[in-house]
């Protein structure tokens, strides 16, 4: 998918990546926290139907803990490729004062393409919703307007659901920006039906949020995190080669019920963690033990 075909969704998935290692924002103190909070708060929008789920932390003091391990050498390096990234990402803003203040959390999830799509919105992509910490609702309904007009967008309004304003941005070249916001979250996707499902999980209380909250990884200085709840349905989704797989490669993938993955900074690097849980008749049961 081009960049320029994303509208929206370029910059505001750039933008995390530049906030989390901007080092101008480096600080002394280490902020330790407890992985699963976040993760499972933006959690509650996305419906159990997700193949993947992912998010990442444009935490300023999580990422300052990188500072203590560079070199000059390197920092100067990694300096120079955060203010280039800036300028490219965000020519026509200043990311302190525009972006930075109200950018939280970034989590997305992936659907099945038929799995959201209603008979009249079927599409032969994949379904993304996006879930945005909020700090500052003003200064994002700013940066989103400013974007709006920058892209020659087209705002039209729909009816409130479920008590949520939910807006749609049409461009002529790209995809539809439809977006809410939810208590201290901006969620938005390029249906509309996926959207109001993520209203509805959300209301409901029936979301990925409980299994991803059995299965934590407890990382400290959590900076990014993966989790799969069918590993086999995202192959399949995404790989065009699946049906060609051989049998003994596809009854590995359908034995695995689901993968988390995270990676931390703390105080002896970046580390990395990962489980994978197997299916309860699965033939590997006996073959893999925990380590």
């Not at 990694?78 to 800036?86: D, G, P, V, Y």
């Not at 920006?177 to 979250?185: G, L, M, S």
């Not at 299994?211 to 590993?231: E, G, H, Q, R, T």
């Not at 399949?236 to 797989?245: N, V």
Request: with cysteine; net charge neutral.
């Amino acid at each position: 998918m081009a960049i320029r075909k994303l509208g929206l969704l370029a910059p505001i998935c750039g933008m995390a990546i530049v906030a989390g290692s901007s080092v101008d924002y480096l600080y002394a103190q280490v902020n330790t926290i407890r992985p699963a909070e976040p993760i499972v708060s933006a959690a509650r929008f996305v419906p159990q139907q997700a193949v993947m789920a992912v998010s990442f932390s444009p935490d300023r003091k999580t990422w300052s803990q990188l500072d203590r391990f560079h070199t000059p050498n390197t920092k100067k390096l990694f300096n120079r490729a955060i203010a280039s990234s800036q300028t490219s990402i965000f020519p026509k803003y200043d990311f302190e004062r525009d972006i930075q203040p109200w950018l939280g959390n970034v989590t997305f999830a992936v659907f099945p393409n038929t799995s959201m799509a209603s008979k009249n919105e079927g599409s032969s992509e994949s379904n993304f919703l996006f879930v945005i910490e909020v700090k500052d609702i003003n200064n994002a309904s700013k940066f989103i307007e400013e974007e709006t007009v920058n892209n020659s967008g087209k705002v039209s309004p729909k009816e409130e659901y479920q008590g949520f304003k939910i807006v749609q941005i049409d461009y002529e070249n790209g995809k539809p920006f439809i977006y809410t916001f939810v208590d201290k979250y901006l969620v938005f996707a390029e249906q509309e039906v996926l959207l109001k499902k993520a209203i509805d999980t959300y209301k409901s209380k029936v979301s990925l949020a409980s299994a991803i909250a059995k299965d934590n990884l407890d990382l400290k200085n959590p900076v990014f995190w993966l989790y799969m709840p069918n590993l086999p349905g995202f192959i399949e989704q995404f790989s065009s080669s699946y049906a060609d797989l051989p049998a003994e490669s596809l009854t590995a993938l359908n034995s695995i019920e689901s993968i988390n993955l995270g990676i931390g900074i703390d105080s002896d690097g970046i580390r990395l963690k990962a489980s994978t849980k197997l299916k309860p008749k699965s033939i590997y049961l006996n073959v893999f033990k925990p380590s």
